[in-house]
């Protein structure tokens, strides 16, 4: 398999870190949505990663849909999210929250990054500022511990802990070192592992200044 993006993204990191859990060999080609953007784009209309080639050839596009599929080969005994029920349902619950607020850090970033600061909006600025605290506060307040359904590591401990990574590179500044002591904790415990250290971020993988 061939993973396509760079880990600066926590959605091509998620799959990264589940890949690696799961001990599936692949290769990655580290290609960036700015910089690579004729290549990306032939591979997704949409012009976003993660992108998964597989064996045969088969391209898959959006992290959930990869995941879903990782999950399918891993088997229901192994696999991170449960396969039906209340359980798979909480599951999934839980990582449309962690994914929406790494869509609103992108979101927010770009918007600070590629704007003159009197040409940032400071109404979306305002939304998008509070979307992501009112639902790292969430978040927060459901988690458990050591992981965030409490007994042993799931997808939404692999997603949270790429969105946190992903934020506290961002905009370190909605991620206080004085609060969210679960969710600091999880963290911490995510990146110690080896499927996390294995997909660290690597020097090159940045956003241009400028568009």
């Known amino acids: 398999m061939i993973l396509v993006g760079q880990y600066d993204s926590p959605f091509v990191r998620r799959v990264a870190v589940t890949l690696h859990h799961y001990h599936m060999p692949f290769k990655r080609k580290p290609l960036s949505v700015f910089g690579d953007k004729k290549e990306v784009q032939a591979m997704n209309p949409l012009l976003r990663v993660p992108i998964l080639i597989l064996e045969d050839g088969e391209t898959l596009i959006d992290s959930n849909a990869i995941l879903d599929h990782l999950d399918h080969v891993a088997g229901p005994p192994r696999a991170l999210t449960p396969h039906n029920g209340p359980e798979r349902r909480k599951m999934l ?8 607020i790494s869509d609103k850090v992108v979101a927010l970033f770009f918007e600070r990054t590629f704007h003159e600061e009197k040409q940032i909006s400071k109404t979306l600025d305002a939304r998008l500022s509070s979307q992501i605290k009112t639902s790292i506060d969430w978040l ?4 458990g511990t050591p992981w965030f359904f409490d007994g042993k590591i799931t997808q939404a401990d692999i997603t949270i802990g790429c969105m ?16 969210y002591i679960k969710l600091h904790a999880l963290s911490l415990h995510c990146e110690m592992r080896e499927e996390f250290a294995a997909a660290r971020i690597g020097e090159n993988e940045t956003v241009p200044k400028k568009l």
Not at 93 to 100: D, E
Not at 164 to 179: C, Q
Request: hydrophobic share 45%; glycine share 4%.
């Open 140 to 143: 927060e307040h459901a988690c």
């Open 93 to 100: 619950q839980i990582c449309a929250v962690a994914t929406g």
């Open 164 to 179: 946190l990574s992903h934020l506290k590179l961002r905009l370190p500044e909605f991620f206080p070192a004085d609060k």
